[in-house]
Nanobody, 123 residues
Framework: QVQLAESGGGLVQAGGSLRLSCAAS????????MGWFRQAPGKEREFVAG????????YYADSVKGRFTISRDNAKNTVYLQMNSLKPEDTAFYYC????????????????WGQGTQVTVSS
């Protein structure tokens, strides 16, 4: 069992940056591939970024490639999402999630979810 807690959201102007953190409980954090998802009002939850257990493989949605970076620190049981060059369309509730198997890209494949953190980008 893994419990996840996101932090770092807030209000930022377009072009600005934020770093989201996701702290995990449990000693087996390093055994889980992790992902970040987001959900804007009236829209479905969508994949943002994923990272494998060691951090050596990373995956991104086309909409955030080159602007967002996912990373993890297994010693701190934490996964991060560095978001640069933020756009108003990045405004959403951001969630981190852990999965045992399956694909990075589909939220149905994830087993554990945090409560989320709000990111608002003003124009």
């Amino acid at each position: 069992q893994v419990q996840l807690a996101e932090s770092g959201g807030g209000l930022v102007q377009a072009g600005g940056s934020l770093r989201l953190s996701c702290a995990a409980s449990g000693r087996t954090f390093s055994g889980y591939p992790m992902g970040w998802f987001r959900q804007a009002p009236g829209k479905e939850r969508e994949f943002v970024a994923g990272i494998n257990q060691s951090g050596g493989s990373r995956y991104y949605a086309d909409s955030v490639k080159g602007r967002f970076t996912i990373s993890r620190d297994n010693a701190k049981n934490t996964v991060y999402l560095q978001m640069n060059s933020l756009k108003p369309e990045d405004t959403a509730f951001y969630y981190c999630a852990a999965r045992v198997g399956g694909s990075y890209y589909y939220d149905s494949q994830y087993d554990y979810w945090g409560q989320g953190t709000q990111v608002t980008v003003s124009s």
